[in-house]
């Protein structure tokens, strides 16, 4: 029993996350200089209160995500998880030094939607926009799956369509910009390399003989 439990305890690990969101929530406001991003192309986006579902299955999808690597590829998990945490840091400090805000719409109707949408606008006020910590988290999820045999093909095939209709998501429900998308796109594509050039340094290092053997 001990043993089983001993196996679980790297889970603990992802307590990280809803710690490090403490520093979202202290910088969530728009004290001081607030900038915008947004672009002729963002504009001409609308709002489409349904995206408003895929948005929020986002906090299913990441943390299920992040069980099913502790579970079929430890090493995947280790590697994604102090991904996440880093860009999640990188991201706060970001949003401490160029503070943004995207503009929302005037909600007219009325319907389940319409309350979803609401629910996240009162619990998630409109700065810590760029980057986006939602595409981010979401791109990495592609990263993360790409490159293992754990996988099969049509698991990273739902996991790409998850991910790219959340991200797709924080645009219609006016939650972020394109230049918002990009700058975690970027950020993780950057993170992601490090991080895996990392880890596999890291295991090339213990498997390495020494002379005398």
């Known amino acids: 029993m ?6 679980y305890l790297p ?10 969101n403490i520093f979202y929530v202290r910088l969530n406001h728009g ?20 995206f408003i579902i895929p948005y929020i299955f986002w906090y299913v999808f990441i943390t299920g995500m992040l069980l099913l690597h502790f579970f079929k590829n430890k090493k995947g998990f280790a590697q994604t998880l102090v991904t996440l945490c880093t860009g999640l840091v990188a991201c ?14 005037q909600i007219g109707s009325s ?15 409109p700065f810590n926009c760029f980057p986006s910590i939602h595409v981010f988290t979401s ?25 790219w209709l959340i991200i797709c998501s924080t645009f219609f429900v006016k939650q972020h910009v394109l230049l918002d998308a990009a700058g975690a796109i970027a950020l993780a594509e950057i993170l992601h390399f ?17 002379p005398s053997e």
């Open 139 to 163: 791109y990495l999820m592609i990263k993360s799956v790409q490159e293992h045999a754990a996988f099969s093909r049509k698991f990273k095939a739902a996991v790409y369509f998850s991910s």
């Open 111 to 125: 319907g389940l939607l319409i309350q979803l949408v609401e629910w996240v606008y009162r619990h998630d006020q």
């Open 92 to 105: 706060y400090m970001i949003y401490l030094q160029f503070q943004t805000t995207v503009p929302r719409p």
């Open 2 to 7: 001990r043993r089983k439990l001993h196996a």
């Open 31 to 50: 004290g001081g200089q607030v900038n915008s991003l947004v672009t002729d192309i963002d504009r001409q986006i609308p709002f489409v209160p349904i």
């Open 194 to 210: 490090a991080g895996r050039t990392l880890f596999n340094g890291k295991v090339l290092t213990l498997h390495k003989r020494s």
């Open 11 to 20: 889970l603990l690990w992802l307590l990280a996350i809803p710690a490090l």
